[in-house]
């Protein structure tokens, strides 16, 4: 686990981040959402080292995290690069050389990565003759090449197509799953709803939520209802601790003060007629985020 | 923490270095314009030494038609090749159809010399030379000497330490800066030292830019035997030596500067103007050679500035105006100056090489 206390960081006399906590899990996918010039291209340069913080300390499963340690992480930057004119199986085999695999070794890593990533028939192309996806594709198969147990990018998703971006989060799962503690940034929210298991939330250089997707969108969730009857629902603006929002016949969305009276609801509703869909309401990651920010 | 790392040492940094410099090395061996480059200075090299023989044989041999009296005394002159023949009427025949390029025949009773020359239209300077007697000449500054031979000697270091500064040097600054512009310098600093890229730079390009030189050298030595200039050969191999230990350090500390300079600037377009002052440190001792290679005062200090010592000593060592602790003193100041040069380097390569946008200015670069 990846475990971020109290950084900040000042450029000149503007504070870039002010007192960043939160950690990231092995295994899981933490999206890390933010405005323009929250701070996650930072706090992310600073997990790399390539910044350095003005306070605060990293740890790693419980260790101050050092340069040897960084050098097994991957990182996708969010201002792409990779040599425009190497051929895109020779920078893989590069960068995981120089992550201290063998020639045979990453020869075999680069291969398999770019199989998975369907950028195989194009190996020996030059990184400038892709198409910008591809540019894309090869800048995260960049990223895993060494096989890290920490990955780190930055806007993985932009500027990918969502076929693209259906490749990819797979990669990226499977990592996941292998054991990894993966941090992403993102500007599309929805992708990040679906891809998550964690979720930070900065804005200001300081953190507004951290947590679990699922624990975050109950704790910013009104409690609220949507019912679909094949009966009319009239009856609903009459009940005690209901307030309805929306009503058309069959069809209500309503806030209950208590869990009870949602239950009571829906017992009246089965009563009434056939209940065909009741469902809390959950906060989208969209809402969370306007919320909290 | 979890099985995907453990146990693989992360490389030392000996090993980071040479992937570096080994990826320096290859990039540049496939690009055409730098094999294109070594090619025309291989043959630059190549044509001067024939030349140098074409010319050598073509004032070495003077054929000369003379009477028996004459010959034995003649045939001892280095350079001229003797005919003998009976009388005037048959070496007169013998110039005026250019077997020979010209007669030396005993001069009539009377005359002022004891010899007289007959040729067609210009007399052979060398055999009139050897021929007159020539006054007692005491020199007072026997350094002061020029000779057409030491001028090419001079140009020869001159130009190969200019070319090659001027070829590598801009290389590894465009080869920093490519990796700025296209922010792969985000990956490659997360995965080895920022030191360990710098100093793969330095040497990959250094050692590419060595085995140019020692081409050149070999090429120079083996030409210059081949054509029979022995003479020249013996005259200029000690200098060579020293010019090959002297320009290795001397582009140590140009690739140094450079690289330092290129992390300076986040844009290829802006990388011309940001060198110029290292440009000028090749530039100088280039016109510098050029201009006083025969003036010993500019030449003994020159041997001695550190960016001028790669072509001022080995030029003095080939005049033969310097001490043998000579080179050894400036070799140091050279060491020395080249060690300082690459804190510089990499003290501006790290303070510059996340900074992007406009140029990084001098003071910001050294002090951070």
Known sequence: ?293 | MNSATAGRPSPRFSQSVALVAEREITTRLRSKSFLITTGILLLLVLGGVIAGGIFSKSISTTTVATVGSLSSELSNVPGVEVTTVEDRTEAEALVSEETVDAAVLPSEKGAVSPVLIIANSEAPSLLVQWLSVSPEVILLDPENQSSPLSYIAALGFGIIFFISGMTFGPMIAQSVVEEKQTRIVEILMSAVPVSALMAGKVIGNSLLAFAQIIAIAALAVVGLSVTGQAEVLSLLGAPLLWFVGFFIIGFVLLAALFAGVGAMVSRQEDLGSAMTPVTMLIMLPYFAIIFFNDNATVLTVMSYIPFSAPVGMPMRLFLGTAEWWEPLISLVLLLVTTGLAVLLGARIYNNSLLKVGSRVSWSEAIKG
């Not at chain 1, 591809?134 to 990918?160: K, T, Y």
């Open chain 1, 1 to 293: 686990m990846l475990q971020l206390d109290n950084i900040s960081k000042t450029f000149g006399t503007r504070p870039a981040l002010d007192g960043v906590s939160f950690s990231v899990r092995d295994g899981r996918m933490t999206g890390f959402v933010g405005g323009n010039g929250a701070g996650k291209t930072t706090t992310m340069r600073i997990l790399l080292g390539v910044l350095e913080s003005d306070a605060g300390n990293i740890q790693l499963d419980g260790k101050p995290l050092d340069a040897e340690q960084r050098r097994h992480f991957g990182y996708m930057p969010e201002e792409r690069g990779l040599y425009p004119k190497m051929k895109v199986r020779e920078q893989l085999v590069y960068l995981a050389r120089l992550h201290g695999y063998t020639q045979a070794a990453a020869g075999r890593n680069a291969d398999s990565l770019l199989e998975e990533l369907g950028l195989g028939e194009r190996r020996d192309s030059t990184l400038e003759s892709l198409s910008l996806g591809n540019q894309q594709r090869a800048q995260i198969a960049a990223s895993l090449v060494h096989d890290p147990a920490v990955l780190v990018l930055d806007e993985p998703f932009s500027g990918l197509d969502p076929l693209a971006v259906d490749t990819v989060v797979e990669v990226l799962k499977q990592r996941a799953a292998g054991g990894a503690a993966v941090l992403f940034s993102s500007h599309q929210l929805e992708i990040v709803e679906r891809l998550c298991d964690d979720l930070v939330i900065i804005a200001e250089g300081s953190i507004r939520a951290a947590g679990e997707r699922e624990a975050l969108r109950a704790q910013h969730s009104a409690p609220r209802y949507t019912i679909v009857t094949s009966g009319d629902l009239g009856w609903l603006r009459d009940e005690p601790g209901i307030s309805v929002l929306e009503f058309d016949g069959g069809h209500a969305t309503f806030d209950a003060a208590e869990a009870s009276a949602s239950q009571r609801v829906l017992r009246r509703a089965v009563a009434e007629g056939d209940v065909t869909s009741f469902a809390p309401q959950r906060a989208s990651l969209a809402q969370i985020f306007r919320e909290v920010i």
